[in-house]
């Protein structure tokens, strides 16, 4: 295993452990043991350790190891490298992008909700698929293992019921190692999810929509009451998901459903990937009412764009929607 796996696997312990971390935590400390990463809370592991990794969330680590990494959180936004250490550059930088979605558990636990993360490929003039639904595939082949990646790293996967109708997605982790998430899809019909039940024995949630006498018993449906008039709020969905034990959830679109989610403040992180092509026409990435006047524009609290094999991804945490800006 190089560096770049044993990374990975701490990163997936990490995601595990941090259900279990206080959430005052200030900061944690990740120990590369070939075999058995390990994780300390405020506390570095002892004994026989791999190159150590620091995270500092609102704390800092009093005694930084010789050689130990040092990574500050900006936000849930990116944990920026303070300090390199022992760790090698592609390492470094896996930590970097991930490892605020491994410790989403802690964000999910202060506010009482889950976290959102979304995600999507769009062509340079901000399509997520063609004037006939086809999007398969904007994204390139590095997309697509980030995208595992995320679902790994996330307890749950959430997709609107157009996406599970045009794509069929599978849904699950299959380019990286790690446990497929929960899956959610919202307002589609339990007949509807069979391929999916058949792909994985992970949890299979159906959200906003009726129960049928004929749905299978392992369809699990979650209801959540509309505050008023009109669809259910995303924010109301996020904290019921919290509820039944989903801390994190990865929304992978369509356009309708995270555009929802957006302007109801339940985006915690949102990710682009921006493709090298243009379509002409098709399904925008986001669509709402759109602003009379560039300052009611959605801006970001702090984003990074992130080089991914020939494209580039936009990470960035919205600030609330609806907020005037100077
Ligand atoms: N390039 C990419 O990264 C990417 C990713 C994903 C999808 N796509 C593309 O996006 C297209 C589909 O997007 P879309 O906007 O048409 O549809 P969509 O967002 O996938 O699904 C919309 C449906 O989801 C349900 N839904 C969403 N939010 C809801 C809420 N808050 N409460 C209740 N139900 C809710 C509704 O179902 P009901 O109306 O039945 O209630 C709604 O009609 C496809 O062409 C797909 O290929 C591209």
Redesign the pocket.
Known sequence: MDQVDIGWQGLLVLAKEARLAPLDMGWCALSLEPQDPRIGLETVPEGPAGPVVIIELDGRCPAVPQGAAVLRMRGWVEAQVVAGGAIDGATLGLLRLYAPYALGSVLARRRGRAMSVS????SLDGR??TFT???RW??NEDNLIHAHRMRALCDGIL??????R??KPRLNVRRVPGDDPARIV???RGDELADLLQVSSARLLL??SPKAPNDDARIEHLQVAASGAG??K?AA?LKALYDSGIHSVYV???????S?FLTDNALDVVQLHHAPLILGGG?GSFGFEGVEEVRSSVRFDAHFYEPVGDGVMFVGAPSSFGEENA
């Open positions: 995600h999507f490929a769009q997520i698929a639904g086809d999007s904007i994204g997709i609107g019921a157009q996406t599970l045009r794509d919202l307002g589609a959200v906003c669809p259910v995303p969905i992978e679109g369509g356009s309708h459903t995270t929802g399904v």
